[in-house]
C-alpha cells in the first residue's frame, strides 16, 4: 500500500486487475447467460444499421469479435469488460486533466466503481449501458482537454465522442448539452465553443453517427417506443398526477445513486467535509453544473412525456460525474490526498471485488432456499439431450423468446436460430436443407402446447402445423436440489 502512496498510477493495473477478476469469475460462475448476454449472443448473427429499442455499437463489436473468435460466453465478457476497462481508463485520463493531485484523480477513477448501477448491475447483466459509458468517459477526456489545452486533435477526440455516444445509448445526447451549458458562464472557456475547430468535431460526429441517425428517422416509433413504455411503467395505477410519480421517482434515483459515491468520499475525507463543501473552483463549477444540468434535462423529459418510473441505470451516464466533481472539490481545498489513496482502494475493493463474489456464491446459495435464476436453467444439458436422440445437429433453430435464444446460439455455435419476431420480416428461412428444431420453455401450464407464434412462423415457411409433434423434458437445475427440474418444449421438424 506505500507503494500507491508514492506512485498512484498503479491504480490503473488494479483497475485492469479488477477487471481481470469480473472475467475470471464469470467464465467460473455459469454457461446460461442473463438477459442482456442472451440478446448479444442471439444478435451477434446480424450486422445492422439498427436493433430496435438500443443503439448498434456495442452490437457491432460484438458482431465482429463474435466473427473472429466465436460466440461463447468468454467473447460477451470480454467485449463487456473491455468497454468498462476503457471506460475507467478515459475516465482516469479525464481527472488527470483537470486535478493536480495525481492521488485524487485515480480516487476519482475509482469513484466511478463505487456507483451502484456499475459495481452491482454492471456486473449481474448491462451491455449497452458499458459501451456508453466508455463513450461519456472519452467525451469527458477530450471535452476536459479541449478546455484545459485546445487541440485540432482534443476537438476531433471530443467529436468522435460525441458520434459514438449516439451509437451506444440515446440518452448519451444529453451529456454534450449539459456540457455547453456548463461552460457557458466561464468567459475563457466560453471561447472554445467559437473555435473553428468546432467545425471539424461536429462533422466528425455527423460521419460516425450519420447511418444509424437515418434509421432512427426510418423507425422512430421501433427505436423510441420500448424505453418510453418502461418509464410509464404502472401510470395506469397511479394516485397522484403522473409528473409527482415521475419526480419522485427520479429523486428518489438520484439519492441511490450518489449515496454511496458521496459516503466513500466522506468517509476518506471526514476530517475536512467544511472545507471542502466551501472550496470552489473553475473546475467544481462546470463539473458542478454539468452535473446538475444533465439532471434537470432528465427531469424535464419525465415531466414532458409524464413518466412515472424511473431506474437509477437510466441516470448512471450523468451521476459518474459525481466522483469528478467531488474530486475537484476536494482538490480545490488542498487536501493532500496520497496517505489516504490507501483506504480508498480498500473500500472501493471491498464493494466491487465483493460484489463479484457475491453474485458467484449466489449460483450456489439461491437453490439452498429453492430460488432459481437464469443462471440456474440447464441450457447445455438439455442440448445434449436433444442431440443424443440424432444422429446430426439441425440446421435450424426456431424459439420464440431472447433468453432461450441467445442461450441456444452458446449451445449452436454453427446453426442459425431464429427467434419469431426479430427480425421483423423473413421471408423463407435462410437455412440449408435439414431438420429444424423449434424449442420453447414449457414452464407452466400455458406451454404445454407448440407456442402459437411458432406455429404462425414456420407456417410463414410452408411448414404446416399437423407436422408438428411436441416433446418435452425435465432437465435438473444446474447446482439444483434433487428433484428440481427445469420444463423444456421441442419439436424436430423434417423438411421435404
Known amino acids: 500500500m506505500k507503494l500507491l502512496v508514492r506512485k498512484p498510477e498503479l491504480v490503473f493495473f488494479l483497475v485492469a486487475i479488477y477487471c481481470l477478476i ?97 459495481f452491482l448491475l454492471v456486473q449481474r447483466d448491462l ?26 486533435s482534443t476537438y476531433l477526440m471530443t467529436g468522435l465522442a460525441v458520434g459514438l455516444g449516439v451509437l451506444a445509448k440515446y440518452n448519451f445526447v444529453v451529456i454534450p448539452v449539459a456540457a455547453v451549458i456548463a461552460i457557458l458562464p466561464e468567459v475563457e472557456l466560453r471561447k472554445r465553443l467559437f473555435d473553428w475547430r468546432v467545425l471539424l468535431a461536429a462533422a466528425a460526429a455527423f460521419v460516425v453517427a450519420a447511418p444509424h441517425i437515418y434509421w432512427v428517422f426510418s423507425n422512430l416509433a421501433l427505436a423510441s417506443g420500448g424505453t418510453i413504455s418502461e418509464m410509464k411503467e404502472g401510470a395506469e395505477s397511479a394516485v397522484l398526477p403522473h409528473v409527482f410519480h415521475g419526480l419522485l421517482a427520479l429523486c428518489i434515483a438520484i439519492v441511490k445513486s450518489i449515496a454511496i459515491p458521496a459516503a466513500v468520499f466522506g468517509l476518506v475525507f471526514y476530517g475536512h467535509l467544511k472545507e471542502i463543501a466551501k472550496a470552489e473552483s473553475q473546475w467544481t463549477r462546470v463539473t458542478g453544473r454539468m452535473l446538475v444540468a444533465c439532471l434537470v434535462i432528465v427531469a ?12 437509477e441505470k437510466w441516470l448512471v451516464l450523468f451521476i459518474i460525474l459525481t466522483p469528478l466533481y467531488l474530486a475537484a472539490k476536494i482538490d480545490a481545498a488542498h487536501i493532500e490526498a496520497s496517505p489516504r489513496l490507501p483506504k480508498f482502494v480498500g473500500i472501493v475493493a ?16 439461491g437453490p439452498m432456499i429453492g430460488r432459481y435464476s437464469f443462471a440456474h436453467t440447464p441450457y447445455s444439458d438439455f442440448t445434449h439431450t436433444v442431440l443424443s436422440e440424432r444422429d446430426a445437429k439441425p440446421s435450424g433453430v426456431v424459439v420464440d423468446d431472447r433468453i432461450l435464444a441467445g442461450n441456444l446460439k452458446i449451445e449452436f455455435p454453427d446453426t442459425p436460430v431464429f427467434l419469431t419476431y426479430f427480425p421483423a420480416e423473413i421471408g423463407t428461412l435462410p437455412v440449408p436443407a435439414g431438420p429444424l428444431l423449434a424449442v420453447w420453455s414449457a ?12 406455429i404462425a412462423f414456420l407456417a410463414k415457411n410452408g411448414i404446416a402445423a399437423e407436422r408438428l409433434e411436441s416433446r418435452f423434458l425435465s432437465i435438473p437445475y444446474h447446482r439444483g436440489k434433487s428433484g428440481d427440474t427445469y420444463r423444456f418444449g421441442y419439436s424436430w421438424i423434417e423438411r421435404p
Open 22 to 118: 469480473s472475467v475470471t469469475v464469470r467464465l467460473l460462475r455459469q454457461e446460461s447467460l442473463e438477459i442482456d448476454e442472451s440478446e448479444q449472443a442471439f444478435l451477434s448473427q446480424f450486422f445492422l444499421a439498427g436493433y430496435g429499442t438500443q443503439p448498434p455499437l456495442y452490437n457491432w463489436l460484438q458482431y465482429i469479435v463474435s466473427g473472429m473468435f466465436g460466440i461463447s460466453v468468454a467473447t460477451l465478457t470480454i467485449v463487456k469488460n473491455g468497454f468498462l476497462l476503457c471506460a475507467l481508463f478515459f475516465y482516469g485520463l479525464a481527472a488527470r486533466a483537470i486535478i493536480s493531485d495525481r492521488a485524487l484523480s485515480m480516487m476519482a477513477m475509482l469513484g466511478i466503481l463505487t456507483v451502484p448501477a456499475i
Open 127 to 152: 451491455s449497452h449501458t458499458v459501451a456508453a459509458l466508455f463513450t461519456v468517459s472519452l467525451f469527458l477526456y477530450g471535452f476536459l482537454e479541449t478546455l484545459k489545452a485546445p487541440r485540432l
Open 300 to 311: 424535464v423529459i419525465v415531466i414532458g412525456i409524464q413518466a412515472t418510473h424511473v431506474r
Open 350 to 365: 471491498f464493494l466491487s471485488v465483493g460484489t463479484i463474489l457475491m453474485l458467484f456464491a449466489s449460483v450456489y446459495a
Open 443 to 454: 414452464q407452466g401450464d400455458d406451454r404445454q402446447s407448440i407456442p402459437p407464434n411458432i
